[in-house]
């Protein structure tokens, strides 16, 4: 099927009647010319196509990878609580007669000990900024005290442990901010 824009080759080749060789060329060579740059248009969008097309490969596989990454991260959250409870076990375990102490605390540190290599094999960091400078990305401020020899703006005291899961923070540090020797 032909139409007016694109006749098929052999009615383009033919030579329209009453012109001579050189207008003939001319015509010829037009033809040429827009043929080449429908081809260089042609050739540069198939490029652009093919250029997205990888494109979006690439983002759907970050994206996957990044959901395979943090998939866990909600699981993870919950066994936080689980080993604030431990460590606020260990805490207390100072105010329990010594027979039983040494036991339970022993048992304890196991347990939150393997807790936080199974929580560290699957990417969770615990941060524990205790004497470092405050950091409002990492550290949540939930008061401010004299400090003695620790400079201002410096994490005093820990009240709760942050967690990160590969580089994102999973829960804030809950800390007391220094103000300063005082």
Same mark, same amino acid.
């Given at each position: 099927?032909?139409?007016?824009?694109?006749?098929?080759?052999? /009615? *383009?080749? %033919?030579?329209?009647?009453?012109?001579?060789? #050189?207008? @003939?060329? &001319?015509?010829? +060579?037009?033809?040429?010319? !827009?043929?080449?740059?429908?081809?260089?248009?042609?050739?540069?969008?198939?490029?652009?196509? /093919? *250029?997205? %097309?990888?494109?979006?490969?690439?983002?759907? #596989?970050? @994206?996957? &990878?990044?959901? +395979?990454?943090?998939?866990? !991260?909600?699981?993870?959250?919950?066994?936080?609580?689980?080993?604030?409870?431990?460590?606020?076990?260990?805490? %207390?375990?100072?105010?329990?007669?010594?027979?039983?102490?040494?036991?339970?605390?022993?048992?304890?540190?196991?347990?939150?000990?393997?807790?936080?290599?199974?929580?560290?094999?699957?990417?969770?960091?615990?941060?524990?900024?205790?004497?470092?400078?405050?950091?409002?990305?990492?550290?949540?401020?939930?008061?401010?005290?004299?400090?003695?020899?620790?400079?201002?703006?410096?994490?005093?005291?820990?009240?709760?442990?942050?967690?990160?899961?590969?580089?994102?923070?999973?829960?804030?540090?809950?800390?007391?901010?220094?103000?300063?020797?005082?």
């Amino acid at each position: 099927m032909t139409d007016a824009h694109h006749p098929t080759p052999d /009615a *383009a080749a %033919a030579p329209e009647p009453g012109l001579s060789p #050189e207008a @003939e060329l &001319a015509r010829l +060579r037009d033809q040429l010319a !827009e043929a080449q740059l429908a081809l260089t248009a042609a050739r540069d969008a198939q490029l652009r196509a /093919a *250029a997205e %097309a990888e494109n979006r490969i690439r983002r759907a #596989e970050n @994206e996957a &990878a990044k959901a +395979r990454k943090f998939a866990s !991260e909600e699981v993870l959250k919950d066994f936080l609580h689980i080993t604030d409870s431990l460590e606020l076990g260990l805490k %207390a375990a100072g105010t329990v007669p010594d027979g039983v102490a040494k036991a339970l605390v022993d048992g304890v540190q196991m347990t939150l000990k393997q807790l936080l290599s199974a929580l560290e094999k699957h990417g969770v960091r615990q941060i524990d900024p205790h004497g470092q400078p405050f950091n409002a990305e990492h550290h949540q401020a939930m008061s401010m005290a004299p400090g003695g020899e620790l400079p201002a703006n410096h994490v005093l005291s820990v009240m709760q442990k942050g967690y990160s899961l590969h580089d994102r923070l999973l829960r804030p540090a809950l800390v007391v901010v220094s103000q300063g020797g005082g």
